[in-house]
């Protein structure tokens, strides 16, 4: 399969806990977006890459938050110390910088996570 | 600031009617407008989308979607509907701005198709 995968597909944790979810973009993709959705709303972008570059964060994402493309390919979401409100699916998502595709995102299929 | 406002949560067609989920958006330059359908438990899936030239837009699995500048809509629409295509469909914008503009996508909250046999 060559789409966007994302690792683990769910995560439960206890409030206070540090969790970190992997992004592998599809291959030849320079851009990676995380969004995050909640029941009944749609995604909310949380930050973008392109390259190994962080170009650009949303207010959502808090000092909680951090997102890393250390080799400009696979990416990294950790949140912090974990609140009930963190509960959401965070959606990974990629694009080319040009071509036929150019502006076009490719989701991966999310992590779901529950925090109690 | 950009946004999308899909004012229907739910829309209910019989199999084998046309369907229509309307979007509407603001953006303060030129838009790039994209569909996505979400199916239970899977991923946003692209179904079409507006960069420019041709007004009426042809996407996957016979949907269609047309550009309409003056009332700043993007409307989808399938002559036929299937059961099959009941899902949760979400409009979405982004501001064409060039190599400066914002690059991430602003979502509507989404719109559930139900198709009844």
């Known amino acids: 399969d060559t789409g966007v995968s994302q690792d683990p597909r769910h995560k439960i944790t206890k409030r206070g806990q540090n969790v970190t979810f992997r992004c592998d973009p599809i291959?030849?993709?320079?851009?990676l977006y995380w969004y995050r959705q909640t029941l009944g709303q749609g995604p909310e972008f949380l930050t973008y890459f392109q390259n190994e570059a962080q170009l650009e964060k949303s207010r959502l994402l808090s000092d909680r938050f951090s997102a890393e493309r250390p080799k400009g390919s696979f990416s990294t979401l950790e949140i912090q110390r974990t609140e009930q409100g963190d509960s959401a699916m965070y959606l990974c998502?990629?694009?080319?910088?040009?071509?036929?595709?150019?502006?076009?995102?490719?989701f991966g299929p999310g992590t779901r996570l529950t925090v109690l | 600031a950009q946004s999308v406002a899909q004012p229907e949560d739910q829309v209910n067609v019989a199999e084998g009617n046309p369907l229509t989920v309307k979007c509407t958006y603001s953006?303060?330059?030129?838009?790039?407008l994209f569909w996505y359908v979400q199916y239970p438990n899977r991923g946003l899936q692209f179904l079409l989308k507006?960069?420019?030239?041709?007004?009426l837009v042809k996407g996957s699995y016979g949907f269609e979607a047309e550009f309409n500048k003056s009332q700043t809509s993007f409307h989808l629409k399938k002559p036929s509907a299937l059961v099959s295509d009941s899902a949760l469909y979400f409009c979405?914008?982004?501001?064409?701005?060039?190599?400066?503009?914002?690059?991430?996508?602003?979502f509507g909250s989404g719109t559930r198709l139900q198709v009844q046999p």
């Open positions: 507006y960069i420019t030239g041709d007004n």
């Open positions: 979405a914008v982004r501001d064409r701005g060039g190599d400066t503009g914002r690059r991430a996508l602003t």
């Open positions: 953006v303060s330059g030129n838009p790039y």
């Open positions: 998502a990629s694009s080319e910088t040009s071509g036929r595709l150019n502006n076009e995102q490719f």
């Open positions: 291959s030849e993709h320079n851009r």
